[in-house]
């Protein structure tokens, strides 16, 4: 049984930050606490509206972090031209509206399928792997298999919502077989979104899951019992499979 790997998100550390317009808490410093407790990756967000990450953290994170560095990013060309300059180990495009809180949703590939297409190229010539964020739907993964990308990220908000619910088991079915679908045709799968110490024991058992992106919940849980301890729990819980 392969490893699942934890992309610790740290968007929210830089929010604090930003919320004083000050220059702490450091992202840069929770992305080494993330890795000296088990974390396999750092994923960060680069928003439009730079409403939490900035420019200045992610190409100080690729001078520092000695794990992997996956930026999320939205189809908008400013930030395709600074992740070009910046060569993450992976990019994974998402949705992104100036007026959500979070990303709702996953990412219409069929309708960006053109400029998609040509973007996956742009960075497959950098050599830098695509995720695509996406919802667990057979289009939508015989769509990214299409565009070229290496990885689908399996949006899990819908089920977070719904868990504990009676319809959480439609939901985790559509998962499963929308990950069994990307597996068989030889994409890789990730997953994330809404994810905490709970509702992630079902996802654990997704066919060919490789990498899970976690962010809120575990710098939720950081403020009470710090950043290193909030990792480690997360990571044994994956290690042990729920």
Do not use: W
């Not at 929010?15 to 992305?31: K, N």
């Not at 575990?218 to 480690?232: D, E, Q």
């Amino acid at each position: 049984m392969s490893k699942i790997k934890l992309g610790v998100n740290i968007d929210h550390i830089a929010t604090v930050r930003q919320a004083r317009g000050i220059d702490y808490p450091d992202p840069l410093e929770g992305a080494e606490i993330s890795e000296a407790n088990g974390a396999d990756g750092i994923t960060i967000h680069l928003r439009e509206d730079r409403r939490h990450i900035v420019e200045a953290d992610l190409f100080g994170l690729k001078g520092r972090i000695t794990t992997r560095l996956n930026l999320e990013m939205a189809l908008a060309e400013d930030i395709i031209s600074i992740a070009k300059k910046a060569k993450p180990d992976q990019i994974t495009l998402v949705p992104e509206k100036r007026e959500e809180l979070t990303t709702e949703g996953g990412l219409d590939v069929i309708r960006h399928f053109p400029k998609l297409k040509k973007i996956i190229g742009e960075f497959h010539d950098l050599g830098v792997l695509v995720s695509l964020f996406v919802e667990p739907e057979k289009k939508i993964i015989e769509s990214s298999k299409e565009l070229g990308a290496d990885y689908i990220e399996i949006h899990t908000g819908t089920y977070c919502n719904l868990f504990s619910s009676s319809k959480e088991p439609e939901e985790l079915s559509k998962i499963y077989q929308a990950a069994s679908l990307a597996k068989d045709l030889g994409l890789g799968v990730n997953a994330g979104h809404g994810l905490n110490l709970e509702n992630i024991k079902p996802i654990l058992k997704t066919p060919g899951l490789e990498e899970l992106n976690i962010g809120h919940s575990i710098i939720s849980r950081a403020i009470f019992v710090g950043l290193g301890v909030a990792v480690r729990e997360m990571v044994e819980i994956i290690k042990g499979r729920g």
